[in-house]
């Protein structure tokens, strides 16, 4: 809710009650389904929209007046023009004055901002003095303001851009916001396109937790599954195998019910805290050693069960190769039983070696990193015994295997 800053009582009751008939109005206009083909370029044709907020929550409660020199003009998107049709923001201690016909181009919040009544004399928006408080930040705004003003040509190019992630986000998030769905669109396909594009590395491999956390949430929030998949799969990597700040990515992934980054990062969590006690660690003892230093009964009872679980499931993927399905009458193997023999044998030699044995028991997924490592050189030099078509199938099950215990950790941890 917006707080009046009014002298006059009889004045502040007009305007409240002149907001609460303006309501409804945005209350009609409520989620439509959207054709699966979304746009390349923003759509000047009006579309059905959607709002998270109301109205009244998307301006900031806040005094019109401030201190002297403390308000600028923002630079690009000052037009100081005295043509009719034009609109003052205040974001932060910026001053926006823009063409509304560029904001109101499709149904969106604005359009009942713009309806506002009288601030004393003023009508709000029309002047410095009156302008309408927003609560976003200056530069979020101002790349709202880039994609509203922006030609096809520049639109298309940004679309290629990767270090254009953090301004593709600030418009995804703002057109959210202000239910702008065409540009909505736009930017979440070009975040999907950038992160998913075979031709550009993409930047969810490089880029900050807090930017991959970004990603992840307006992802979630404007139910855009591709990139959540996509988005999920990167970050899965680079919280297994780097020093990848988890904590922004597990908020998000606690908030919207991501229960497969929840359940990665825990495990992620307790390979840590077993490694510094590995040597002194004994899946038969009462408890591993590790768990001393926590003090939380019950935290400590769960991170046990979970730690014997892992080292339980590690002894079922020793003992157990993956099978490669590739029937002798389709692969052509002349000797199909010999090749499924060879393959265990490797299992079994690669599970047993030291250098598979130094990862820490409950590490599954570091062990299993460790043997595809050796595996592929144990298949290189048994080619005279495994076919090539097997060699290929049997270290393509390695993969599936890994990618089957990364989807059954959920049921190691209470999320």
């Known amino acids: ?84 049709g034009m609109c003052v923001f205040r ?9 509304k016909c560029y904001i109101v181009r499709e149904p969106c919040a604005f359009e009942d901002m713009f309806s506002f009544p009288y601030v004393g004399e003023r009508v709000e928006g029309q002047c410095d003095e009156a302008a309408i408080p927003l609560s976003d930040t200056a530069e979020q705004f101002r790349d709202l303001l880039w994609a509203l003003y922006a030609s096809p040509a520049q639109l298309l190019a940004l679309r290629n ?16 916001k202000y239910c702008i769905a065409s540009y909505e669109a736009w930017s979440l396909d070009c975040l999907t396109h950038l992160a998913q594009s075979p031709s550009t590395r993409s930047f969810l491999r490089s880029e900050s937790s807090k930017i991959c956390s970004q990603v992840l949430e307006i992802s979630a929030l404007c139910g855009r599954q591709a990139l959540i998949d996509v988005s999920t799969r990167h970050l899965i990597n680079r919280i297994l195998w780097s020093d990848f700040d988890r904590q922004p990515i597990y908020r998000v992934a606690k908030s919207w019910g991501l229960t497969e980054l929840q359940s990665v990062i825990f495990y992620r969590d307790l390979v840590e805290l077993a490694r510094p006690g590995a040597a002194q660690s004994n ?71 030291p250098q598979t044995l130094q990862v820490e028991s409950s590490n599954v997924l570091g062990r299993l990193k460790e043997m595809m490592i050796q595996l592929h050189k144990m298949v290189m030099e048994e080619n005279d015994v495994m076919c090539m078509d097997c060699s290929m199938a049997a270290l393509e099950s390695i993969t599936s295997t890994k990618d089957g215990i990364i989807l059954g950790l959920s049921k190691y941890f209470k999320l």
Not at 4 to 33: C, D, G, N, V
Not at 91 to 99: A, D, G, M, Q, R
Not at 162 to 176: F, G, K, S
Request: glycine share 2%; aromatic share 8%.
């Open 1 to 84: 809710m917006v707080n009046l800053y009014l002298f006059k009582s009889a004045k502040k009751l007009h305007i409240l009650s002149a907001l609460l008939i303006k309501i409804p109005k945005r209350a009609l206009r409520t989620l439509h389904s959207r054709s699966p083909a979304l746009p390349i370029i923003p759509s000047l044709v009006t579309q059905p929209t959607k709002c998270n907020f109301p109205v009244l929550d998307l301006v900031q409660a806040a005094e019109h007046d401030a201190p002297p020199g403390s308000i600028t003009r923002d630079v690009n998107y000052y037009k100081d023009s005295r043509e009719c």
């Open 91 to 99: 974001v932060e201690n910026t001053l926006f004055k823009v063409h």
């Open 161 to 176: 851009e990767p270090p254009a992630v953090q301004r593709l986000l600030n418009i995804a998030l703002l057109a959210n």
């Open 283 to 353: 899946a038969k003892e009462s408890e591993p050693a590790f768990l001393a230093n926590i003090s939380d009964e019950r935290q400590r009872s769960h991170l046990n069960s979970a730690y014997r679980s892992l080292v339980a499931l590690w002894e079922r993927v020793r003992r157990t190769p993956p099978a490669f399905l590739f029937p002798s009458d389709e692969c052509g193997c002349p000797s199909h039983a010999n090749c499924v023999e060879t393959w265990g044998r490797l299992w079994s030699n690669a599970a047993a070696s």
